[in-house]
Structure formats: structure tokens, C-alpha cells
């Protein structure tokens, strides 16, 4: 009832037509007086199809189901049939109503977020706070959101905490706790506190701007079904016309052609694939899936190969440090990491903040800070000159028991894992060991892929051991390593000769790749715009367990695509033949054709509540389980 319900609130013209139409056509049933009311529904309600049916052949040279419903139309008043032209073009309204909303409801979805973009902006200035357009504020302006506002910019935290509401952007029901130096979206909800905002992104380059983007950018014509769906309509229209004269000249019987025209309209066949394809991108947005080009779903259920990037789409992208490792017997691990951890806080590059955040201690007080560019750091923590960095460093400031040292930690860099020496007082005395880290659903999500018959494949810039490393314990089937943009986009090419392929990554240097598979699947889409201006499908945020999802919801909209036209054709092929022999009438072939076309659309509306999310999940957790991670 939602979708109808909707409707008539979207669409208060067509269903207030659709009303005095039948009003109309029962009085002229029920009193004999009133009998010229029929031509009511024929003007409101068949005038506007008759219309578009002309404007679509002179204007646009668009051969349309609205040709054969018009020329039935007209060809039943001609004959005295006014009665049922006036039923035809009723039910047609009332087809035509059905269909839109079923699309309305499944872009309702989606097209919230253009609605998220607030017109004003509270900036805070020296002088107070100012209401002022959301095109006037600027970079570097503090702007402040009280609860219950929508965040109208993207910034960073600069006073206050309070929770966030993200769930327009990612689908996440649950608010995000955020305070000073946390970043924030346009579009999410301030729940709680009063926030004041630091403004780095502005008017086209917001995060609710780009989506608002990538949605007005949607187009589910790309199809190559639809493509198919709307040839198929042209010789239908042709075949119908054929039929419909050879019935005429066989049984002399005008009746029998004009229902030819009616029951053999293929506005089913048409509505089968956008429909299915606008009611699966509605369900994916529901969860924070964006589909720019419809056809990308259809490609989806064909895909057989899946490449990914490894940072930042199958792991976090964020390194973390695993402990400390002694190559001395006199140096004890922990305090070995109390002191580079002390010495690594000063330090800003991603190695030293993984590892001065692991030591949760207190931290030592640290002097004669140095940082060596690309090659470590040192200071002087309680009297000793503490040195951190690559074997180059070491080989001079810390030569003593390196070779040792290296030695010890080789076992840990084939096992993929990085390494940075650690050195006392000129002796190197051991090792930190750090990893970027594997998202916590990257493993299940594989397993799942597997179990669908997707075969998948990483691709990253990492040595082999690093690379090989991750690729086992996500249990994929392959890997490819050292990889640069151009040979990410050779090895789309490559395999694209064997079968299907869709990229799944989140730079731009994933972009050209993105671009060239069959489907581009940008994460984390307000990161990075040329991933996500590439990509064909972009998840708002970085679930990579949304993957399996998208594959079994594409696999479904395909069937129902498939099913939808296979029921459209033969409905109107056996409607035709009965319309022939004289077994059904205009009335009852306007009926039949319009009941058709609302069974293809009800088919596609049930796209909409596919949990194909929730689905088979124990089953994936179980082959997860026993996977080499």
C-alpha cells in the first residue's frame, strides 16, 4: 500500500484524473441520461497517451507502446466502441500510475540524499554567530550545528563532542561518537551536543554534494536488456500492426483487430528491466550503495572474476604495531619499546605513530629529538641515545650486532611483516614488528565470493611476501604483486579475455582500472573522487562485506529481469492468438495487457525488500572459519 500511497501524494493530477475517469464511465453505465460522460475519460485520461504517442513519432521518431494503444483507442471511438475506449484508456492511466510509483518508491531511496542539503549555514565570527547561504561560507570558516541539524559542511571538529547520525550516508544505524579533531560529513545528523565545525571542504566538493552527483548521474538506460527490450518493441509494434490487418481481411472483423493492437502492446517487456534495476539500486542505497549506471547490476550477475586492491579495501590501511622483539639478552623487550615508543610520539610519519601508539605506558620524556628523512629517527631518553629506523641508518649510527639483528628478523619479513630496527647507545638490540591490518569482514566476505563461484585476485603495490601474506590468509585465489596503475589496468585487460570482471578499490591509482573492468566498484566514495567519478557502483563507506550482497542482489535482478520478459512475451503472444480467434474483446484485452505489465512491475518491487544481505550468512561464517587466516 506505501507505493500507492506515495503515488497519490507525488502524483495528484494523473490519480485525480484516473478518479473522475471512472466516475465518469459508471455514470454513463448507470443512468442513460448521463451516457455522454463516457467521452470524459477518453479526453482526460486517453488524450494525453494519444499525444505522446504522436509527439514520440513525429518529434522523436520513437516507435512506443503508446502508438498501439493510441491507434486502439482512437480505432474504438471510430467504431462506436466508446465504452471501451474509455475502459482502455482508464486502465492505461491506471497501468501507467502503478508503474511510476513502483520507480518513485525504488528511487525514493535514493534520492533522500538530495533533499540532505541544507540552504544555511551558521558561520561563527569574532562579532558572534551569522546565519548566512550555505554558497557564502568559506574555507577555513568555523561554522557551528546545534542537535537536530543536518552538518550542511565537511570539516573537522574544532570544540565540542556529540554523536553523529550517518546512517544517509552509510546506512550505519548507530551514531558515531565525535569530539575535537574528529571528522565530519555534510549530510549526517548532529544528534546531542553543539558542535563547532573547522570548514575544508566546500559547495561542489562536499561529501553531500558528490553524492547528490553521482545520483542526478544514474541512469539505468546504459542496460544492454533494456537496449534488447526496446528493439524487441519496435518489431512487436510492427508485428501487431501485421497481425491486426491479416485479422481483419481473414474475419472481416474490426473488433478482432483492434484488440490485436490492444492485447499486444509490449509495455511489459519494457518495464521489466528498469524497474528491476531501479528497485535493486533503491534496496543497495538503503545501505549505503550507490549505483551510478544501471547497466553496471546487470554486468554484476556475470562477473566470475573479482580483482581488489589490498589498502584501505581489504585491510584498514592503517599500520599497526604487533611489540617489540629483544636481540639482546640484556635489553628487556618492554623497555625497549617504552623508549622508542617515546622517541617514535615526536615523530609524524604512519610507522612511528603505529608505534608510538602501542605503548600504552606512561610515556618517557625525550631530548635531542632528530628526524633522519627517509631513514628513521633518534633522541635521548633517560640519558641513552635511542636510534629507530631502516638497516642504512643502522649500518652507521647502531653498526653493532646488526648482523644479528637481521638474522633474527628475517622469519618476520618473509612472513610479510615489516620491520624497524631498534638501536641503543650505537648497538642494534632488536626490532619492531608492524602490519597493515586486515579488515575484520575482509576474511568472511572472501569466503563468501568463494562459495558463489567467484574467483578472486589482489592487487597491490606491496613486495611478494607482503603481499603473499595477505593474500593467504584472506584465502584468495590469487595475487598479483608490485603492481603500478598501468599494470593494475594490463591485468583488468588480461583477464577480461577469460570471463566477466569487476575492480573493487579506493585510489587513484586503482582509477584506470575502475574504468576498465566490466564493473568499477569505487570504496569509500567521498575519499577519493577519481575513484569514485571511475567507478560504476561506490560504497559510501568501507564495508567490504557488502560485496557479497551486491553480487547475489544482481544475480536476482537478472533472473527477475529475465523472468519479467519471458512472462511479458508470452502473455501477449497467447493474448494475441485469443484476440485473433475472436475469444476476447477490446475491454478484456485492455485488462489483460495492463495486468501483465502490473505483475513484471510487482516482480521488480519485490527487488526492493531482498534481504540478499542476511542471506546464507551461517553458511559463509562456517567456510570463513576454516579458511588459512
Not at 539505468?220 to 500492426?241: L, Q
Request: with cysteine; proline share 3%.
Amino acid at each position: 500500500m506505501s507505493l500507492v500511497k506515495d503515488a497519490i501524494l507525488e502524483q495528484k493530477t494523473p490519480f485525480a484524473c484516473i478518479v473522475i475517469g471512472i466516475v465518469a464511465l459508471a455514470a454513463s453505465f448507470l443512468a442513460e441520461w448521463a451516457w455522454p460522460a463516457v467521452f470524459i475519460p477518453i479526453l482526460i485520461c486517453g488524450s494525453p497517451i494519444v499525444w505522446g504517442a504522436i509527439v514520440g513519432v513525429v518529434k522523436e521518431h520513437d516507435i512506443t507502446a503508446d502508438v498501439l494503444v493510441s491507434v486502439a483507442i482512437v480505432a474504438s471511438v471510430i467504431i462506436g466502441e466508446y465504452d471501451a475506449a474509455a475502459e482502455i484508456a482508464i486502465i492505461m492511466q491506471i497501468g501507467g500510475f502503478l508503474e511510476e510509483a513502483t520507480v518513485n518508491h525504488a528511487n525514493a531511496s535514493i534520492m533522500r540524499l538530495v533533499s540532505m542539503r541544507p540552504a544555511t549555514a551558521r558561520v561563527v565570527t569574532a562579532d558572534g554567530e551569522t546565519t548566512v547561504p550555505i554558497e557564502e561560507v568559506r574555507l577555513g570558516d568555523t561554522v557551528r550545528v546545534v542537535p537536530g541539524e543536518i552538518v550542511p559542511v565537511d570539516g573537522t571538529v574544532s570544540v565540542g563532542h556529540t554523536s553523529v547520525n550517518n546512517s544517509i550516508l552509510t546506512g550505519e544505524s548507530v551514531p558515531i561518537d565525535v569530539g575535537p579533531g574528529d571528522r565530519v560529513s555534510s549530510g549526517t545528523v548532529n544528534m546531542y551536543g553543539s558542535v563547532d565545525i573547522e570548514v575544508d571542504r566546500i559547495g561542489e566538493d562536499s561529501t553531500i554534494a558528490r553524492m547528490t552527483r553521482i545520483i542526478e548521474n544514474a541512469d539505468a538506460g546504459k542496460s544492454k536488456v533494456v537496449r534488447t527490450a526496446d528493439r524487441w518493441a519496435v518489431y512487436i509494434v510492427v508485428i501487431a500492426f501485421a497481425v491486426s490487418i491479416l485479422a481483419y481481411l481473414a474475419f472481416q472483423d474490426i473488433y478482432r483487430s483492434v484488440t490485436v493492437l490492444v492485447v499486444f502492446c509490449p509495455c511489459a517487456l519494457i518495464l521489466a528491466t528498469p524497474t528491476a534495476i531501479m528497485a535493486a539500486a533503491g534496496n543497495m542505497s538503503k545501505r549505503g550503495i550507490l549505483v551510478k549506471d544501471g547497466g553496471a547490476v546487470e554486468r554484476m550477475a556475470s562477473v566470475d572474476t573479482l580483482l581488489m586492491d589490498k589498502t584501505g579495501t581489504v585491510t584498514t590501511g592503517n599500520v599497526v604495531c604487533h611489540g617489540f622483539t629483544s636481540t639482546c639478552g640484556d635489553v628487556d623487550a618492554d623497555e625497549l619499546s617504552r623508549m622508542v615508543s617515546a622517541v617514535e610520539s615526536r615523530s609524524e610519519h604512519p610507522l612511528g605513530r603505529a608505534i608510538s601508539s602501542s605503548n600504552s605506558g606512561h610515556p618517557a620524556d625525550v631530548s635531542d629529538f632528530e628526524y633522519i628523512p627517509g631513514r628513521g629517527v633518534s633522541g635521548t631518553v633517560d640519558g641513552h641515545r635511542i636510534v629507530a629506523g631502516n638497516e642504512a641508518l643502522m649500518s652507521e649510527v647502531c653498526p653493532e650486532n646488526l648482523g644479528q639483528t637481521l638474522e633474527d628478523c628475517e622469519a618476520v619479513r618473509e612472513n610479510g611483516l615489516t620491520v624497524v630496527l631498534c638501536g641503543i647507545d650505537g648497538r642494534t638490540v632488536g626490532y619492531a614488528r608492524l602490519s597493515d591490518t586486515l579488515k575484520e569482514e575482509s576474511v568472511e566476505t572472501m569466503a563468501e565470493l568463494k562459495t558463489m563461484g567467484v574467483r578472486t585476485i589482489m592487487l597491490t603495490g606491496d613486495n611478494h611476501r607482503v603481499a603473499r601474506r595477505m593474500a593467504d590468509e584472506l584465502g584468495m585465489d590469487d595475487v598479483v604483486w608490485e603492481c603500478l596503475p598501468e599494470d593494475k589496468l594490463r591485468t583488468v585487460t588480461l583477464i577480461e579475455e577469460e570471463g566477466s570482471t569487476c575492480m573493487v578499490g579506493d585510489g587513484i591509482n586503482d582509477a584506470p582500472a575502475l574504468k576498465r573492468a566490466d564493473v568499477g566498484i569505487a570504496m569509500g566514495g567521498v575519499g577519493n573522487e577519481m575513484a569514485t567519478e571511475s567507478a560504476d557502483i561506490v560504497f559510501v563507506d568501507d564495508d567490504i562485506s557488502k560485496l557479497g550482497g551486491v553480487v547475489r542482489l544482481s544475480r536476482r535482478t537478472l533472473l527477475t529481469i529475465k523472468a519479467g520478459i519471458t512472462f511479458s512475451i508470452v502473455l501477449n503472444s497467447v493474448a494475441m492468438v485469443m484476440a485473433v480467434f475472436g475469444l476476447m474483446g477490446p475491454i478484456a484485452g485492455a485488462l489483460v495487457h495492463n495486468i501483465g505489465s502490473v505483475i513484471v512491475i510487482i516482480m521488480a518491487a519485490l527487488l526492493l525488500r531482498y534481504d540478499c544481505w542476511g542471506a546464507d550468512r551461517d553458511t559463509v561464517s562456517e567456510v570463513a572459519a576454516a579458511s588459512p587466516a
